[in-house]
Nanobody, 125 residues
Framework: QVQLVESGGGLVQAGGSLRLSCAASGGTFSSYDMGWFRQAPGKAREFLAALMWGAGSTYYTDSVKGRFTISRDNAKNTVYLQMDSLKPEDTAVYYC??????????????????WGQGTQVTVSS
């Protein structure tokens, strides 16, 4: 059973930056695909980014491409989401997710069986 714990959320002004961290335990971290979703009030969960096991290829949803960067440190069992040029519409609860390696990319939330508890990000205008 994989446990995920996010940290790094908070309040930031528009145009600012935050780095979210997700510490994983209970599994072989280096063999998992890792990702991030978010959910704003009254909206559906939205896929943001994922980083695949092995070659470490990444993919992003269009709304954050060029502003957000996902990375991982296998030695620390941690995945990061660097968020730059933040906008008020980025305000949401951010979730770290994980799944065993499958070899294909996916943005579907049901494909990720492991979820963290979420961390709040609020961007003021």
């Amino acid at each position: 059973q994989v446990q995920l714990v996010e940290s790094g959320g908070g309040l930031v002004q528009a145009g600012g930056s935050l780095r979210l961290s997700c510490a994983a335990s209970g599994g072989t971290f280096s063999s998992y695909d890792m990702g991030w979703f978010r959910q704003a009030p009254g909206k559906a969960r939205e896929f943001l980014a994922a980083l695949m096991w092995g070659a470490g290829s990444t993919y992003y949803t269009d709304s954050v491409k060029g502003r957000f960067t996902i990375s991982r440190d296998n030695a620390k069992n941690t995945v990061y989401l660097q968020m730059d040029s933040l906008k008020p519409e980025d305000t949401a609860v951010y979730y770290c997710v994980a799944r065993g390696y499958t070899g294909y990319k996916t943005a579907a939330s049901y494909e990720y069986p492991y979820w963290g508890q979420g961390t709040q990000v609020t961007v003021s205008s």
